[in-house]
């Protein structure tokens, strides 16, 4: 059992509390049992996974898997493994380094401040950057670390879920050719397996021939996960179909904080989980 220090208090409302029951089967029970069963499991069978093992970074696994100990075993040694076998997404997690803050603050992938639907909304601008300056990698690595903090930042997301809303405009020859069927694999092994789940993927202002790379990335998912995925055409303005123009960015029509605003304060939170995100490295596969 955990110990006081650790052990999980559930602080997110009776209406988050029922939808818990009823679409995870989360009871506080429940949650205690197999939280103890998954630590027993890392400290006796799985040594070679060092994970961390508080409640509060188990338990978004257990509930990604709505509390199936089968299923939440196998993602916490994919996501483990993971981190060990993409060095360049998980290490060197500072967002001081240059080339990262540039690319925070350009807000290449920016949660909103407000749920729609209980859910985390994030825009991720697929085509923010320019390809001959920063890698795709580059990008990953930036994203990881603000959805780490954010999961943390708004627990709820944990509960109900993340709305991903990939921004395609600008892309670009320049952009595509990079993106090889191996990077994609792994871009997609990365969605299925990290520890907040992936509700709703929403390519808005996208290209006539989206559906040729979006093939590519269906050809790696799960049939659930295809299922989640819609396409629309006519403008960033689309996002508006999606999720409410009231908590939505300026640039897309909203009555909420600009881009600019949004990688700004993402950076700023980020100084502030900088310690945790440099101890949060050893934490992998061994």
Not at 90 to 106: A, C, G, S, V, Y
Request: proline share 4%; charged share 25%; hydrophobic share 35%.
């Amino acid at each position: 059992m955990s110990t006081d220090e650790t052990r999980y208090i559930f602080n997110l409302g009776e209406e988050c509390r029922q939808y818990a029951l009823e679409n995870l089967n989360e009871t506080e029970e429940h949650r205690n049992a197999c939280l103890k069963e998954v630590k027993r499991w890392l400290e006796q069978e799985v040594p070679h996974i060092k994970a961390r093992k508080e409640d509060r970074y188990l338990l978004p696994f257990l509930r990604g898997c709505k509390f199936n100990l089968t299923k939440t075993k196998v993602k916490i040694v994919n996501y483990y493994t993971m981190r060990k076998d993409c060095p360049q997404w998980f290490t060197d997690r500072n967002p001081l380094l240059p080339l990262l803050q540039e690319l925070i603050k350009m807000g290449v992938f920016v949660p909103l401040r407000k749920p729609h639907n209980n859910q985390m909304v994030v825009i991720i601008r697929t085509a923010a950057h320019d390809p001959k300056h920063y890698k795709w990698d580059d990008l990953f690595k930036a994203g990881n670390m603000i959805l780490d903090v954010a999961s943390q930042e708004y627990e709820y997301s944990q509960v109900y879920g993340v709305t991903a809303l990939f921004d395609m405009t600008g892309m670009s020859f320049g952009h595509y050719k990079s993106m090889t069927p191996a990077l994609i694999k792994k871009i997609v092994f990365a969605w299925q397996n990290y520890h907040v789940r992936p509700k709703q993927l929403e390519f808005i202002n996208s290209p006539i021939y989206i559906n040729i790379a979006l093939n590519i990335f269906k050809s790696f998912m799960t049939e659930k996960m295809r299922g989640r995925v819609k396409v629309h055409f006519g403008g960033v303005q689309k996002a508006q179909n999606v999720v409410s123009k009231d908590i939505l960015p300026v640039e897309y029509g909203g009555n909420e904080d600009s881009l600019e605003t949004l990688g700004n304060y993402w950076f700023e939170k980020l100084l502030e989980y900088k310690d945790w995100l440099a101890e949060d490295e050893k934490y992998k596969a061994q």
